[in-house]
């Protein structure tokens, strides 16, 4: 067992763990009670400088850290497993177990030890659980991705006018304050989930037991945390929470709204022990205000992480050039969230505009944007009681940075064309928080500061005159312990004696165990009063350093105080400032934004799309940009296409045009289709787009079904997930809507995956009439052009080269002849036999026509099928060819009767022509 705490040794040994009798020790008792109210999470509880973990708790962290697991004592006859790390390192192990999916309750002592002392040897300090660490409560720096936002996700429900369920959502970062609400029917309550991205989620026992809510929190695997039911009172824990009279200043929020931000918060104050967060009030958003995109399609295109979990490689991370973490989180959002309101959508892209027009100005803002800290996170802490003198010194530049920025928006500076709303409004917020409050602040902290409050020396001197006297004694007292020192050796003439001091015996002697002899016989004895012996040295105390060790203590005990008084004051001046140090930081996101993606589109040379309300999707020279920053990287242009999915009033019945696009495989057929969904996303979160041309009628949904994957954890073949994503993409898709499917039909038999994509297409062509895209090897689709009015074939070209195959990556008007299968499996490295063997194989399958039987298939098929019209019968001499070829019958017919009946219909077939 460590012995690092003189105040905690006489309770953290082996008895009093536990004894061999059948009675726990007092703190056995103590930590049982405690970790019985915490059943759920590991019990981090404080001895001296480490948290210790008990029993299962501790053969847990163990293993999920890799630390030795030790036993000592014993509890009911068995020995007690135990482990334990370092306080000053807790936060590392933290995050470790949090990202495992573990929840944690940090026990602190909240009694001095003395006081415990007092009540008897056998009394144990008080130690209460002080927080709940779970994975959507984090708070501290290096616990948090600086970039991403640290949702915590809380559901209620209520019974909708129609019969079903309506779901509230709440979602909490505790980090940042920021505070969302919005509802949902049980068939979008997946993408209301994958658009918030929440790190934990929150659900009664009676709404997570729903076999459709269950699936959902299933497939977004983040942790799970029930509640037994859902908390009560719902309207009055709000107005309690936010001291309010009337809910009506919150807005308009409906019932399963309120509730659910009822129960956030109830969890909240469940996990913060007594903390009150420093959120912001509730803002509800519309799912109409933004562009409804489901969890597949925000998998398939690779929005703001990969299919395999990475940030990198995907959209979010080729898109940003944020200056400061709290711009990248307001970016993820934008991206997450691509608005359906024109005048929205402008407004952001003329913020873009302008700062991309104004280059030196973009690179001010740019460069004094890199120098403001984290101002959200740090006064979140601040309003937590969790800050150190490192967050107010992050307050302190954060607002000095924002005001240094707002002159950049000085009206007089652009005479001709000044700022746009947006970034005026901004600017208006970066003065809000007083002047006086960062003056402050710099005035009262020092230049090196410490982590934590409690290690002191983060006052400036001068700040505080009964402060500096207060150091001015402690450090004199040090000089004196120099100068006893020095006596003392010569008292025992040696140069060999040392003053020391730890926190078992405080200030002491030591000196070599060959001289310790000497200070225990007289003269010496007189002075120096024997204490410890050690291996190779022996410890004394004297008279004069016990008195001089009270006064040191005394002096810094009463520094500390001071300075904890004065960190009091500067945080209770910063709350009082809360709500402006708030809109503050937002308005720092959003120009952070704004300048961010003006300086993509100088360096890609990124374009603004024009922006209706039409049914318009005009794309010309398109490009990926994830893809584009690859082929960058090892010198490769990118090969830009144009697409037109324009819809077409009063042509079939109006709606948008499909794209059916053949081609072999790599031949960018895929990369064609992402590209051209993540353009319509860029737009409308208002970012400038990878094209020379973008109009774009706003979309209301976006569905993308591309790659294939199985889930068999619900048992669903690749073939499955491909039709049940199919499914809800031709029963929710509008005509407003745009719709990425690539090789649909694939995972099943030709003729039954051929078959599939027909009626899809029909289906997407007659009712949705939606703007889609729909890539395929199945060449026989291209010919329902001849009878779908808004279809039109595209191919991506490739040339064949002496037998091998040339990707030229360019999507034109036409449909491909061959799929080119073989050329791609050579590419492959299949063995040369087999490559052979299929080529053989497929000259056979082609020597057969099936182009005819589709041919007929298509004028058979009774949606699209002409009328006919009958023929009138031959008269005349045509009728009487018509009756000589009816009176024949070939197999009664002799070699000398066929000629003779050849000649006669000659004869009449002349007479016909005549």
């Not at 295109?301 to 490689?313: M, N, P, S, V, W």
């Not at 020279?621 to 893809?627: C, I, K």
Request: with cysteine.
């Amino acid at each position: 067992m460590r012995k690092t705490d003189r105040d905690q040794a006489p309770f953290i040994d082996d008895v009093a763990i536990a004894t061999e009798v059948t009675k726990p020790s007092p703190m056995m008792v103590q930590y049982l009670a405690i970790k019985a109210a915490h059943p759920d999470a590991l019990l981090f509880y404080r001895m001296g400088d480490f948290y210790e973990l008990f029993f299962g708790d501790a053969e847990i962290a163990a293993k999920a850290l890799g630390i030795v697991l030790t036993r000592r004592g014993k509890h009911e006859g068995a020995d007690i497993p135990m482990c334990g790390v370092p306080v000053e390192r807790s936060d590392d192990y933290l995050h470790r177990l949090i990202e495992q999916g573990h929840r944690v309750a940090i026990c602190e002592q909240i009694e001095d030890p003395a006081e415990a002392r007092k009540r008897g040897a056998k009394s144990v300090v008080e130690r209460a659980v002080v927080r709940l660490v779970t994975p959507g409560t984090l708070t501290e720096d290096r616990l948090l991705e600086p970039g991403r936002a640290n949702w915590l996700l809380a559901f209620a429900r209520t019974k909708s006018e129609a019969g079903g369920w309506l779901f509230g959502l709440a979602a909490i970062d505790i980090s940042t304050g920021a505070f969302e609400v919005s509802e949902a029917p049980l068939a979008l309550l997946g993408n209301e989930i994958g658009r918030i991205d929440p790190r934990e989620i929150i659900v009664p026992d009676a709404i997570a037991a729903i076999p459709e809510v269950a699936r959902l929190l299933a497939e977004h695997k983040a942790p799970v945390t029930k509640l037994g039911r859902e908390p009560g009172s719902a309207e009055r824990r709000l107005l309690d929470f936010f001291g309010l009279a009337t809910l009506e200043g919150l807005g308009d929020l409906s019932g399963p709204e309120i509730a659910a931000a009822a129960t956030a918060i109830f969890y909240l104050e469940r996990t913060q022990c007594g903390a009150r967060p420093n959120l912001q009030p509730p803002r509800r958003t519309r799912r109409a205000s933004h562009m409804e995109v489901d969890a597949a399609t925000r998998a398939n295109l690779e929005l703001t992480r990969t299919l395999a979990g990475a940030r990198e490689g995907a959209l979010l991370a080729a898109i940003d050039r944020c200056a400061t973490p709290a711009g990248s989180r307001l970016l993820a959002a934008h991206l997450s969230n691509p608005l359906t309101d024109r005048g929205a959508i402008e407004s952001r892209l003329e913020a873009v505009a302008f700062l991309l027009e104004h280059r030196e100005l973009r690179a001010g803002i740019r460069a004094n944007l890199k120098t403001a800290p984290d101002l959200a996170r740090a006064l979140s802490r601040v309003g937590l009681n969790r800050a150190g003198p490192r967050d107010l010194a992050a307050l302190r530049d954060g607002l000095g940075a924002a005001r240094a920025l707002a002159l950049s928006f000085d009206d007089a500076a652009f005479p001709l064309s000044p700022p746009p709303p947006l970034l005026l409004a901004a600017a208006q917020k970066l003065v809000a928080p007083s002047a006086a409050l960062a003056t402050d602040l710099t005035d009262a902290l020092s230049d090196a500061l410490p982590l934590q409050r409690r290690d002191g020396g983060f006052v400036r001197e001068g700040r505080d005159a009964a402060l500096d006297e207060m150091r001015a004694l402690r450090d004199e007292s040090r000089q004196v312990i120099a100068a006893l020192q020095a006596r003392y050796c010569d008292l025992a003439d040696t140069k060999r004696l040392k003053v020391k001091h730890n926190n078992m015996l405080g200030y002491y002697v030591e000196v070599p165990q060959a001289l310790g002899e000497r200070f225990l016989e007289p003269p010496l004895n007189a002075t120096f009063i024997h204490r410890q012996t050690m291996i190779d040295a022996m410890r004394f105390s004297t008279t004069e350093l016990a008195e001089l060790e009270s006064k040191i203590a005394a002096a810094g005990d009463g520094a500390l105080a001071r300075e904890s008084a004065i960190f009091d004051e500067l945080t209770a001046a910063i709350m009082a400032q809360a709500a402006d140090i708030a809109d503050c930081a937002n308005a720092l996101a959003a120009i952070d934004v704004a300048a961010g993606l003006a300086e993509l589109a100088a360096a890609r040379d990124w374009t603004r799309p024009i922006i209706e309300t039409s049914g318009a999707f005009v794309i010309e020279g398109g490009r990926h940009p994830v893809v584009e920053d690859a082929l960058r990287l090892v010198g490769e242009p990118f090969v830009a296409n144009h697409c037109d999915l324009s819809a077409r009033d009063g042509v079939g019945g109006g709606g948008g045009q499909i794209a059916v696009v053949t081609g072999p495989n790599m031949a960018g057929k895929s990369t064609f289709l992402r590209q051209n969904a993540l353009i319509a996303v860029l737009a409308q979160m208002g970012s400038y787009v990878p094209a020379t041309k973008a109009v774009i009628g706003i979309v209301d949904r976006l569905f993308s079904r591309v790659g294939a994957a199985d889930d068999l954890a619900r048992g669903r073949s690749t073939f499955m997930v491909e039709m049940v994503e199919t499914a809800a993409i031709l029963n929710q898709a509008t005509p407003s809507s745009l719709v990425i499917l690539d090789e649909i039909g694939r995972g099943t038999a030709t003729f039954d995956g051929l078959s599939i994509a027909w009626a899809v297409i029909e289906h997407l062509h007659e009712k949705n009439r939606s703007r889609a895209i729909f890539a395929t090897h199945f060449h026989e689709l291209t010919q329902l052009t001849q009878r779908l009015s808004r279809l039109v074939n595209l191919t991506s070209r490739v040339a064949d080269w002496h037998g091998d195959v040339v990707f030229l990556h360019e999507v034109v008007a036409g449909a491909a002849d061959r799929s080119y299968g073989i050329q791609v499996a050579k590419l492959a490295g299949l063995p040369p036999a087999v490559v052979k063997r299929a080529k053989a194989i497929l000259s056979e399958l082609e020597a057969g026509d099936r182009g005819a039987p589709v041919a007929r298939m298509i004028a058979d098929l009774p949606l699209f099928a002409a009328a006919q019209v009958a023929e009138p019968a031959p008269t005349g001499e045509a009728g009487k060819l018509r009756e000589a070829l009816d009176a024949i019958d070939p197999d009664a017919l002799t070699p000398r009767d066929a000629l003779e009946a050849l000649y006669r219909l000659k004869a009449l077939a002349e007479d016909v022509s005549g």
